[in-house]
Nanobody
Framework: QVQLVESGGGLAQPGGFLRLSCAAS????????MSWYRQAAGKQRELVAR???????NYADSVKGRFTISRDAAKNTVYLQMNSLKPEDTAVYYC????????????????WGRGTQVTVSS
């Protein structure tokens, strides 16, 4: 079945950087959008960045100029380059995708990854 697997999370110092990856695997026909969400302790989940199959992007105001989302269509993989990290970036980061499976190419489905912890601290 289709699944999303995140990697690259961990501990970073303020001002440091991390690169998250999310690989989608399984019977995928095409991917419409891939996104990164995050949820900090005691807060609601929020959209961090999104990229469409056409390459258009959206970012939360809090990460504009610091984070960059990109994709490798051949690998069904999305990346999140996080620079100039701040303690407030600490959260569990989740990968999300809207995609079409090979068995039903007309029907979009949404999937979530399990999440990866990002901690920014001295």
């Amino acid at each position: 079945q289709v699944q999303l697997v995140e990697s690259g999370g961990g501990l970073a110092q303020p001002g440091g950087f991390l690169r998250l990856s999310c690989a989608a695997s399984g019977p995928i026909f095409s991917i419409s959008t891939m996104s990164w969400y995050r949820q900090a302790a005691g807060k609601q989940r929020e959209l961090v960045a999104r990229i469409t199959s056409a390459g258009s992007t959206n970012y939360a105001d809090s990460v504009k100029g610091r984070f960059t989302i990109s994709r490798d269509a051949a690998k069904n993989t999305v990346y999140l380059q996080m620079n100039s990290l701040k303690p407030e970036d600490t959260a569990v980061y989740y990968c999300n995708a809207d995609l079409y499976e090979r068995s039903r190419t007309w029907y979009v489905r949404n999937y979530w990854g399990r999440g990866t912890q990002v901690t920014v601290s001295s």
